[in-house]
């Protein structure tokens, strides 16, 4: 009985896990068309780019998710913490972020609470398996 428990629970957990990692393509997808936007506001509104962000600009979201993630921290640095980002040293980001449309912003926030939930998901993946390993 516990098994057969076990074995439901392994699949819906994992069937979650999956419809989560396609929403998470799909929102990373129009966050990518969303930055490029937000960039050139930025461009218009506050002046050049930090240099990291325009070094990394052709960095993928699923080829190189940590150089992705460091080109969009002027943007999400503001918007998640109200602090500069470490890779610019312009004190306007803040303002600049908070300005933005929400139409630009909340995805972002959609982002990364599916982000964190995908995380807690495979962990209890994990936990599965290993508990399906002791029965």
Same mark, same amino acid.
């Given at each position: *009985?516990?098994?057969? %428990? =076990?074995?439901?629970? &392994?699949?819906? /957990? /994992?069937? %979650?896990?999956?419809?989560?990692?396609? $929403? $998470? *393509?799909?929102? @990373? #997808?129009?966050?990518?068309?969303k930055f490029i936007e937000i960039c050139n506001r930025y461009k218009n509104e506050v002046g050049p780019l930090p240099a990291f962000t325009v070094a990394l600009m052709n960095a993928s979201w699923l080829a190189q998710p940590v150089m992705n993630l460091a080109k969009k921290d002027f943007i999400l @640095? !503001? %918007?998640?913490?109200?602090?500069?980002?470490?890779?610019?040293?312009?004190?306007?980001?803040?303002? #600049?972020?908070?300005? $933005? !449309? &929400?139409? =630009? /912003?909340?995805? #972002?926030? #959609?982002?990364?609470?599916?982000?964190?939930?995908?995380?807690? *998901? =495979?962990l209890f993946c994990s936990s599965i398996i290993f508990l399906d390993k002791l029965c």
């Open positions: *009985m516990l098994y057969l %428990l =076990l074995k439901y629970y &392994a699949i819906s /957990v /994992v069937i %979650l896990t999956l419809v989560n990692l396609i $929403l $998470l *393509m799909i929102c @990373k #997808f129009f966050n990518e068309k @640095k !503001p %918007l998640y913490r109200h602090k500069i980002s470490k890779w610019s040293n312009n004190e306007r980001d803040i303002e #600049f972020v908070e300005k $933005l !449309p &929400a139409t =630009l /912003v909340k995805s #972002f926030f #959609f982002e990364r609470t599916l982000t964190r939930s995908l995380g807690i *998901m =495979l």
